[in-house]
């Protein structure tokens, strides 16, 4: 079946620009997490959706970060104000929302601030 | 919170030779041990987990291992491949919750 699919691949913006990124999980899965990669660098945290809630916001690093998912299955992280440290990786993952399930990446979002 | 370091930062291991990744954990209550596995491009993608109640975990050529009184989790390749080069990274989490990942190991398997 398809996997966790994000649009658009790559964006390039310039500094102070907004920008949204997309993410669809496998279907069916309630839980999606948002992570952001820096080059040379692992994944980090930035904010976990079950259902329509976000159950855990800790990895935002500031108010110019929000993420949504209305529906409870896309999910869409908004970028306020952007910056030249923002540019990174984001990645998104799902999960069955089991307690014991695996998560599973996109292809993730590479986001260049000019 | 939970912190992980992982070792080596790189490894070169010849064609056909067996690879080890080494991993420490911090936080005791994680009980969620994955693995994954980036190539260049892509996400990463899940190549083995192991959970706490369990030691060791194989399939096929790959294994992990897990010392939950040290805090000490092990990837191991064996018989490597070509198509094996790409970055690990191995992670800790508790079931459900968010993934603290280790900063990664490139491994290049040579000719």
């Known amino acids: 079946g398809a996997g966790v699919s994000q649009t658009p691949s790559n964006k390039v913006t310039e500094k102070g620009k907004y920008v949204e990124l997309r993410c669809d999980p496998i279907?069916?899965?309630?839980?999606l997490y948002w992570y952001r990669q820096s080059l040379g660098q692992g994944p980090e945290f930035l904010i976990y959706?079950?259902?329509?809630?976000?159950?855990?916001d800790s990895g935002l690093p500031n108010d110019r970060f929000f993420a949504v998912r209305p529906e409870g299955s896309v999910s869409t992280l908004k970028i306020q104000r952007t910056e030249r440290g923002d540019s990174a990786v984001y990645l998104c993952?799902?999960?069955?929302?089991?307690?014991?399930?695996?998560?599973?990446f996109g292809p993730g979002t590479r986001l260049t601030v000019l | 919170g939970e912190n992980v370091e992982q070792h080596p930062s790189t490894l070169s291991v010849q064609e056909g030779d067996s690879a080890v990744i080494k991993c420490t954990y911090s936080?005791?209550?994680?009980?969620?041990f994955p693995w994954y596995k980036q190539e260049l491009g892509k996400g990463p993608q899940l190549i083995i987990d192991?959970?706490?109640?369990?030691g060791e975990k194989k399939d096929q050529r790959i294994a992990v291992t897990l010392n939950k009184t040290a805090k000490h989790f092990s990837l191991h390749i064996t018989e490597t491949q070509p198509e094996d080069s790409a970055v690990y990274f191995c992670?800790?989490?508790?079931?459900?919750?968010?993934?603290?990942f280790g900063k990664g190991t490139r491994l290049h398997i040579l000719p």
């Open positions: 192991i959970r706490s109640n369990v």
């Open positions: 959706f079950q259902g329509t809630g976000a159950a855990d």
């Open positions: 279907s069916g899965h309630t839980a």
């Open positions: 993952a799902s999960s069955s929302g089991r307690a014991s399930d695996t998560q599973y």
């Open positions: 992670a800790a989490s508790s079931v459900g919750d968010k993934i603290i």
């Open positions: 936080d005791s209550a994680s009980n969620y």
